[in-house]
């Protein structure tokens, strides 16, 4: 089973900025779907940003041209940077991911399932 471990969280000022990490254990497959999610209370999960093994990277309308999702594969880290924040931004964050054999370039996005999730890093931003 592979694990994810978020880290970075924190609270800063409307405009700031904050970077996620996401640690993940050992995997088999090389072919992957990672993304970034976020809750805020009394909210459904929403997804954030997606990234594939091919660098395809997704992003909801929200966050576009604001944060950047990237993948050190040496370091097998999933990173989020956040830049712009607002205090609509704040929520838990939560990385997931999926390992495939087999994944076609177009395939990954925030709709498709992930099978290993992350516990949560919190983000505050205040105004």
């Known amino acids: 089973q592979v694990h994810l471990v978020e880290s970075g969280g924190g609270s800063v000022q409307a405009g700031g900025s904050l970077t996620l990490s996401c640690a993940v254990s050992?995997?088999?497959?090389?072919?992957?779907?990672m993304g970034w999610f976020r809750q805020a209370p009394g909210k459904e999960r929403e997804g954030v940003a997606s990234?594939?093994?091919?660098?395809?990277?997704r992003y909801d309308d929200s966050v576009t041209g604001r944060f950047t999702i990237s993948y050190d594969n040496a370091k097998r880290t999933l990173n989020l940077r956040m830049n712009s924040l607002k205090p609509e931004d704040t929520a838990m964050y939560y990385c997931?991911?999926?390992?495939?054999?087999?994944?076609?370039?177009?395939?990954?996005?925030?709709?498709?399932?992930?099978?290993?999730w992350g516990q949560g890093t919190q983000v505050t931003v205040s105004s």
């Open positions: 050992t995997y088999t497959y090389s072919k992957y779907c």
């Open positions: 990234i594939d093994n091919y660098g395809s990277a």
């Open positions: 997931a991911a999926a390992f495939y054999s087999i994944l076609v370039l177009g395939y990954c996005d925030l709709s498709r399932p992930f099978t290993s």
